[in-house]
C-alpha cells in the first residue's frame, strides 16, 4: 500500500509539473488571461484533458476489439446503440444527481466509477462482444452525471468577467484531450500492445482525473445533498414540440 501510494503521489506531481508547462507553452500562442495562472484552473483543465482522452480512447478500443473479433457491421451498430440509450432514457435524472451532489464530489466519484469499470469488465468478462457492449453502456451511464457536472463546474473556479475566457479554453483542452485519445494514444496502444491495453491506460487517466478534480476546492462543496426527482412530463414535451416545428427540426438534426 505504501508503494503504490508513493507511485501515485510521484505520477501526480508529475501531472502537476506538466499541467503548468502545459499553459507556459500555451502563452506563447494564446493571449495570457489572468485566470489561467489559478492553480484551481489548472487541476480542472488537466481532468478535462485526461477524462477526454480517456473517454474517446475507450470509444475507440471498443471498435477495434469488435472488428478484431471478427464483428460485423451490425455489431459496430450495438456498440452505437449503448453509447445512445443511456442519454435518451436517463439524461435527465443525471442532471438531477448532477445538482444535488457537490459537483466536486460528483465528479471525483465519477471518474473513479469509469476507472474502475475500465478495468473490471475487461478482466472479469474479456473483450468479446458482449463484454463492450456492457462496457460502453457503463461509462455513458456514468457520464449521464459526469457531463452536467463538467458543464456547470467551471462557474465555480471562474468569475463573470472570466468565464467566457474559460469556457474556450475548457473547449480547447477538450478538443485536444480527443485527439490525443483518438489519433495517438488508442492507436499507438492497440499497435504495441493490443485492445485490452487502451481500456487499462484509459483507466487509469480517468483515476488521475479524479485526482486532479478532487482539487477543485470550493464553496458548492458546503451545499447540502437534495433529491429530487425532475418534474418532466413527456406528453407535454412531444405536444410543444409539435407547435414549435423549428425548435423539433433542429432537435431532430442534431440526433
Known amino acids: 500500500v505504501r508503494r503504490a501510494d508513493g507511485a501515485y503521489r510521484q505520477a501526480d506531481g508529475l501531472i502537476s509539473r506538466g499541467q503548468g508547462q502545459?499553459?507556459?507553452?500555451?502563452?506563447?500562442?494564446?493571449?495570457?488571461?489572468?485566470?489561467?495562472?489559478?492553480?484551481r484552473f489548472q487541476h480542472l483543465m488537466a481532468s478535462v484533458f485526461l477524462a477526454d482522452a480517456?473517454?474517446?480512447a475507450i470509444r475507440y478500443g471498443a471498435l477495434i476489439a469488435v472488428a478484431s473479433n471478427g464483428g460485423s457491421t451490425l455489431d459496430a451498430a450495438l456498440v452505437g446503440v449503448a453509447s445512445l440509450i443511456p442519454p435518451t432514457l436517463l439524461g435527465l435524472y443525471g442532471g438531477a444527481v448532477a445538482d444535488a451532489l457537490p459537483k466536486r464530489i460528483a465528479l471525483g466519484a465519477i471518474y473513479i466509477l469509469d476507472a474502475a469499470v475500465c478495468f473490471i469488465i475487461p478482466i472479469w468478462f474479456g473483450t468479446g462482444l458482449g463484454a463492450i457492449i456492457l462496457l460502453i453502456f457503463a461509462v455513458n451511464v456514468l457520464g449521464q452525471?459526469?457531463?452536467?457536472?463538467?458543464?456547470?463546474?467551471?462557474?465555480?473556479?471562474?468569475?463573470?468577467?472570466?468565464?467566457?475566457?474559460a469556457n474556450s479554453l475548457s473547449s480547447l483542452v477538450s478538443n485536444l484531450g480527443t485527439v490525443f485519445g483518438t489519433a495517438l494514444l488508442a492507436p499507438i496502444l492497440v499497435r504495441v500492445v493490443g485492445v485490452r491495453a487502451v481500456f487499462y491506460i484509459a483507466g487509469l487517466l480517468l483515476f488521475f482525473?479524479?485526482?486532479?478534480?478532487l482539487n477543485v476546492r470550493s464553496r458548492s462543496?458546503?451545499?447540502?445533498?437534495?433529491?429530487?426527482?425532475?418534474?418532466?412530463?413527456?406528453?407535454?414535451?412531444?405536444?410543444?414540440?409539435?407547435?414549435?416545428?423549428?425548435?423539433?427540426?433542429m432537435i431532430v438534426v442534431g440526433v
Open 54 to 56: 480517456a473517454r474517446d
Open 145 to 165: 452525471v459526469s457531463g452536467p457536472t463538467e458543464q456547470s463546474i467551471i462557474p465555480l473556479v471562474a468569475s463573470d468577467e472570466e468565464l467566457a475566457t
Open 221 to 249: 462543496d458546503q451545499q447540502k445533498v437534495r433529491w429530487r426527482r425532475p418534474d418532466v412530463n413527456a406528453m407535454t414535451t412531444v405536444r410543444w414540440l409539435v407547435y414549435q416545428p423549428a425548435v423539433a427540426t
Open 22 to 39: 502545459a499553459f507556459r507553452f500555451l502563452w506563447f500562442f494564446l493571449p495570457e488571461p489572468a485566470i489561467a495562472r489559478t492553480v
Open 209 to 213: 482525473a479524479s485526482g486532479r478534480i
